[in-house]
């Protein structure tokens, strides 16, 4: 608390970004953990809620007649313009913030605080939800090739691993001793992902210690290794993810890449996906074309392709295929790595294991394939997405990246997942909310020495929980793109790879579609499984009738109308949809009539009604909480549905603005 | 003439067809008057049928004494024909050749063209301008049927029947005719119930470099303003555009003249720009071997989604005038068969929930684009693949049809239609067994007797059978305005036209049956639940009378 210089400002105004006109007016509060903006207007006391940890940097803007000028930026993609009257109080904001969002120890985060007032005992069962060792067995491990090994036990030999690690047989301790001291931070080779229909296998490590001409004969024992333990196949791929030109600059750090006359039956392969520097840029680039006010076509699709982002997706995706594609068709064993293997790596690795395993297009699967290529293989969160104050570079998109490739298969195949596009935006959001303890630190050593487990709770079993509101209604476990591995074609195929609005664009609502087809089937599914019952009860009814009507004692019940259609009407939710400016210039109407009543602000089933099940995701800004009442809420068998306290909330004002000839 | 001096060779064996994500089929090629035809003489095989005059280009090629004939649509598809036997293949070619670029109207397909269905509904009887008007004159007796275009005589691209301002008398709008671009006088195109608004389109005054004025002009126009209101004329040329239109007689409304109204340019562009666009948009999604880079640098240098949110943008701004300004408004560009309609129908998409159904979907393409004279016959004569760059080629048609698939995607919802619906509608104006998009005007309809002599594309589609395909299972009655997003990043591109033959749709389609299951599955159970219910309540009811003396 000592970090706030003023907890309370008022008369602030929250600008809208796509018009500058529409602004609302409230008090500005600062807390401990969060940002609060509060709308004075009485009716509806709107709340933006802002954690301190999403927010990535805060701009204080030229002062102008109105007042001083904030911009926030956040993590998750929210974008505040805020105007202070006194430039005081707006400089104690900015200097509260800066410190605020740069938190220096780990127990200032908010999952320390954050309590969902869960007993200890259920806390617990939420860190036991997904169980590593469950997944490995689940795999088909251990088997005559592959055994946990001890090795890293304590993490002795690598503070960066996870202890349990799945090696191949014949590698003994001293071989993977020997290999780990060839390899850059220690990280050996170890199983990522077994394909037990072939035995082919998914290994992961860092680049080896190579310079110009070492080499390291445990480490040349240990690919072998793992070309035994699949004998269905003669060589292994070893797939280095970097470009080939930063590999070769490794060498002179006495870094690099293996070479081929040196290990005997490998295929080596480089497959050019760019360093964490060269894609935070490009995001960088990227958020820049998505804050454009009205941007033309051009300018949209040249910022786009300039940002070289959707190059860099089909990168990663493409070094997945050729990885799936070689364990599934060649039945080939891949070892892959970049420079540390927890960049990279981890993106390649769960891509792959993605189009191989429909077990990690589920829910469930999909949790236990981040626990595993991303937590327990020690990507390193912390620096990564800035939870802590460090240094500005190590700051990257790497799992943003992963996350965007899933929601692109997603497109691709639209009944193969289990889940929705809401449930990838959620994660990334908890990925920097640090509101659950699952991504905090560096490496599971650290976490344990922090003792996460029993400090804080796991975001797994809170979306477990809210699993209803993730679930894709075009999913069935027995459909065919649920089972087997995904094939994707071998032509380029760019135009498959799209701008994802519902991600970089998501507290836009104007900028998504109006009716969420998922949204709406869903509400579908559920209206029929509460059919299924009545139907069910109804069969019941009737055979107790009949048999009583034998007896000759009527039994009334309560009569309900048949009711046609009931649920989806697309009146009584409420999202604002008022004409946007579609003039492109700023003068504005000179007969400014009204709003014209409210009938055409109605509109159903937006994108991000961010489900009411995240506090966080939903009590964001105004925009945001118009769509709040869920779905679920919307009694199916009644139809009526008592109205939002939100509707009505942000219609106003006809943004009528023209161009004037 | 008789086709059979076109086809030197109707029929060759072995011949291979590719074609993309499907196995080559062997089979005989056979040439008709209108159609080539591939038939493998296999059972599961499906034969290729194809218009002549959906043939858009051909190509050939030779390697030793196999020809290779490929063939471009104008549905964008690209397929190739090996045919063995040098002469054969140039025979055939020049068979195509001849046969997809037919010159007289009436030799096309539609005039062959016998149903093997059974005709429900006559499609040409089914949109007729007298049962649109009384939808209107319920809510208003503002307006009225006019017959001064009876004969064709003062407007030619108008049809016999338009709807005027009920105190515009019909000497006044022939007055009004010479005063505008084509004689197209100002017409009603849309009243909106909700606030008695009116959206009027027409060519553009011809007010020439002297800034001739027309008094019947300016009082038809202020006729549709109520007292003490101000309407708005959309020119859809920039101001540039307009002035430089002076010097070729034709111009734009003065504001002196005009003082109740005031005008907006916007700037759609037109001709060979579109043409151009779309030529170089299919190019691009056809060309597989780029990188991501060029893919959307390609993607962006066509423009075609430049125009796509100008369209868009114009509409909205139309509808917006209307709904939210409360202010009437009179839409032109140049002649006011392009741009105008694009946008006038556009509003309507926006504005009035009748014409996102199917029915009302064809009634406005009847009333906004066949009868306000939109010239198909010459828009639609060639498509991407062609050289012959004539200025009269221009995809309209098909930029509106994917503003309406861009409104569609962002209220899924909200539509009686699916996309099949809109890619049917671009088939068929560019090829079709059908007379309905023939010719360029009504006046041209009526000499070519189209509905004596060929058959309407609405008898075909509204009937039960065909309807299905074409219906949107998400559909829930929307009364409302729909306002959708132009911003660039709410804007795609319509795989399902220019990807269509790039891609496999089966995943796609998978999922676009599950959703249908889903929906009957729920619709089922309802019925179901309904039959127990009414069982029960009669049962109760019986009970009851017993139960009562």
Redesign the interface.
Known sequence: MEHIRTPKVENVRLVDRISSKKAVLGTLYLTATHVIFVENAPDTRKETWILHSQISTIEKQATTATGCHLLIRCKNFQLLQLVIPQERDCHDVYISLIRLARPVKYEELYCFSFNPKLDKEERERGWTLIDLGEEYKRMGLPNDYWQLSDVNRDYRLCDSYPTELYVPRPATAHIIVGSSKFRSRRRFPALSYYYKENHASICRSSQPLSGFSARCLEDEQMLQAIRKANPGSDFIYVVDTRPKLNAMANRAAGKGYENEDNYSNIKFQFIGIENIHVMRNSLQKMLEV?ELK?????????G??NS?W??HI?AIMDAGIFIARAVAEEGASVLVHCSDGWDRTAQVCSVASLLLDPHYRTLKGFMVLIEKDWISFGHKFNHRYGNLDGDPKEISPVIDQFIECVWQLMG?????FEFNERFLIHIQHHIYSCQFGNFLCNSQKERRELKIQERTYSLWAHLWKNRADYAN??F?AD???AQGALRL?A?????????W?GMY?RF?K??????S?TD??LA??E??QQ??E??EA??E??EK??RV?LDHS????E??E?SK?PG????DHSTA????D???NAKS?????P??GD??S????TQDNLKSSDPDLSANNSDQESGVEDLSCRSPSGGECAPSEDSGKDRDS?E?V???? | MEFAELIKTPRVDNVVLHRPFYPAVEGTLCLTGHHLILSSRQDNTEELWLLHSNIDAIDKRFVGPLGTIIIKCKDFRIIQLDIPGMEECLNIASSIEALSTLDSITLMYPFFYRPLFEVIEDGWHSFLPEQEFELYSSATSEWRLSYVNKEFGVCPSYPPIVIVPKSIDDEALRKVATFRHGGRFPVLSYYHKKNGMVIMRSGQPLTGTNGRRCKEDEKLINATLRAGKRGYIIDTRSLNVAQQARAKGGGFEQEAHYPQWRRIHKSIERYHILQDSLIKLVEACNDQTHNMDRWLSKLESSNWLTHIKEILTTACLAAQCIDREGASILIHGTEGTDSTLQVTSLAQIILEPRSRTIRGFEALIEREWLQAGHPFQQRCAQSAYCNSKQKWESPVFLLFLDCVWQILRQFPCSFEFNENFLIMLFEHAYASQFGTFLGNNESERCKLKLQQKTMSLWSWVNRPSELSKFTNPLFEANNLVIWPSVAPQSLQLWEGIFLRWNRSSKYLDEAYEEMVNIIEYNKKLQAKVNILRRQLAELETEDGVQESP
């Open positions: 998505c009205s941007p033309s076509m051009s300018d949209f699709l040249w786009l392709e070289g959707l190059r089909k691709q195949f639209p009944c193969a209604p075009l069935r459909h065919s793109q074609p032509a380029p195929c760019n135009f498959t790879y799209k701008f609005s664009n836009e104007g900028l998504q579609p109006r009716q087809v709406y089937l579908v599914k209206e029929s059919l299924e009545e139907l109804l069969e009814r009737l009738i009949q009507q009527g039994v009334r019940s009569r309900r048949a259609h989806f009407s697309t009146s949809n008022t004409p946007q579609y003039s492109g109407f000179p007969s400014r009539s709003s014209q009938e055409d109605a509109l159903i089933l006809d009528a023209f161009l004037t000839a």
